[in-house]
């Protein structure tokens, strides 16, 4: 029920092209779910961020899909680019459980 | 430049040895967390204060310790009850719980020979 389920676990993108990280979850409560980037030898940082009552939302070539229905939520990385490379995770939580569940991290590389 | 502060960066250390791990922050957060991250398992929470001298067990406490005498600070002992302490270990601070957003330090990475 707490488990949020990220995949695919590595990615290889040629740059200019799409990069799709997908993620699902079971406890219906949550109600914010946001992206983080890290680089190596550094801590994540908020990337973009949805809540429910809203199915896309874009920043720049970052945008969230969200399907309540299927209770799932991905990342796409449009013409993504070298200083994308990076280990990506998505989280979700909700004002109920008050904890903050991440999944198991997407490791992105996007060739030159 | 307000951020959070996590120190050493590396440390080394031998079995059966207590560590603490140190965190502040000048972010005027109230919530301040510790997640350890091991690869493929992305993040999982240690523990976590919402306010000055409280502070609640994660889903992996068991052989870690805090204490949150300052807002500012958030040390984290890593016992020799740890079964398994080889990690790096992230601390991060918000103004609001978990709904809103996290500000991480760059983390410690702690090796246990």
């Known amino acids: 029920q707490q488990q949020v389920k990220q995949s695919p676990q590595s990615l290889i993108v040629q740059k200019g092209g799409i990069s799709i990280i997908n993620c699902a979850y079971e406890n219906t409560a949550f109600d914010y779910f946001p992206w983080y980037q890290q680089f190596p030898g550094k801590g994540p940082a908020l990337l973009i961020a949805?809540?429910?009552?809203?199915s896309e939302k874009k920043e720049g070539r970052f945008t969230i899909s969200f399907n309540k229905s299927a209770k799932q939520f991905s990342l796409h990385i449009m013409d993504s680019q070298p200083g994308d490379s990076a280990t990506y995770f998505c989280a979700a939580s909700s004002s109920n459980t008050g904890k903050l569940i991440f999944g198991q991290g997407t490791t992105l590389q996007v060739k030159p | 430049d307000g951020g959070i502060t996590q120190s050493p960066k590396y440390l080394f250390r031998k079995e059966g040895q207590n560590v603490t791990l140190s965190c502040e922050q000048n972010?005027?957060?109230?919530?301040m967390y510790w997640y350890r991250q091991d690869p493929g398992q992305g993040l999982r929470l240690i523990y976590y204060?919402?306010?000055?001298?409280?502070?609640q067990k994660g889903d992996i406490a068991e052989g870690y310790s805090v204490s949150r005498e300052k807002k500012e600070s958030f040390p984290l002992t890593v016992t020799s009850a740890q079964k398994n302490p080889t990690a790096f270990y992230l601390c991060?601070?918000?103004?609001?719980?978990?709904?809103?957003?996290?500000?991480f330090g760059e983390g410690s990475r702690l090796t246990v020979l």
């Open positions: 949805i809540r429910p009552d809203v």
């Open positions: 972010l005027n957060h109230d919530a």
């Open positions: 991060a601070s918000s103004s609001r719980s978990f709904t809103g957003e996290l500000f």
């Open positions: 204060s919402q306010i000055v001298n409280d502070f």
